[in-house]
Every structure is written in C-alpha cells, then in structure tokens.
Nanobody, 126 residues
C-alpha cells in the first residue's frame, strides 16, 4: 500500500511563489511516475505536471508551462512542485498522485494514477 501526503499549500499573492511537497511511502518510490493535478471550485480536476520515475522526463499543462517546475528526489521519496508567477487562476486544491504500474514514461491522465493524496489548498490573492 502506498501512502501519498502533500504539504506546502497556503496563501500567496499574485506574482508570488509557493513550493508544494509530496511524500510517497510504501513500495519502491524510484519506480513510480508522479504527477500533480488540481481542482478549482466548481471545475473538474485537471492535469498540472508529471515526472518520470527517474526524474529525467517532465511534462506540463500549457497553463503552467514556464511557471511551474516539477522535480523528484528518489532519495527522499519526495516530489516537488515549484510554482512561480502565481495568478488567481492557480487557486485550487492541488493533488499529488503516484502511478505504480510501470507501463509508461510519464502520465497525464488522472485514471493512470492509482494512489492519491488528500490534497492541499493553494489560494492566490490578487
């Protein structure tokens, strides 16, 4: 059983930065694809970023490309999401997820992930 726990959310001003962390315990973290998703109030959950098992390959949603950076530290069983140049449209609950199936290099669809965290709120004030 894999447990996924996010942290680092909070309140930021427009143009500011936040860094989210996600620890996945149980199993072999270095073999997992990891991803970040978000869900704003009244909207569907959407893909934000993903990183390959070895951390070498990343992919981003167009809405965050150039502003957000995903990274993976296999020694610490942790994946990070550095968020810069935040704006009000980034306000959402952010979820971290683990894909333990080993079928692909990265994963952009929510249904490819089998373990999810409880989410952390990010609020950007303008």
């Amino acid at each position: 059983q894999v447990q996924v726990v996010e942290s680092g959310g909070g309140l930021a001003q427009a143009g500011g930065s936040l860094r989210l962390s996600c620890v996945a315990s149980g199993g072999t973290f270095s073999r997992y694809i990891m991803g970040w998703f978000r869900q704003a109030t009244g909207k569907e959950r959407e893909f934000v970023a993903t990183v390959s098992a070895n951390g070498a390959v990343t992919y981003y949603a167009d809405s965050v490309k150039g502003r957000f950076t995903i990274s993976k530290d296999n020694g610490k069983n942790t994946v990070y999401l550095q968020m810069n140049s935040l704006n009000s449209e980034d306000t959402a609950v952010y979820y971290c997820a683990a894909d333990t199936a080993y079928y692909q290099v990265i994963a952009t669809s929510a249904n490819q992930y089998d373990y999810w965290g409880q989410g952390t709120q990010v609020t950007v004030s303008s």
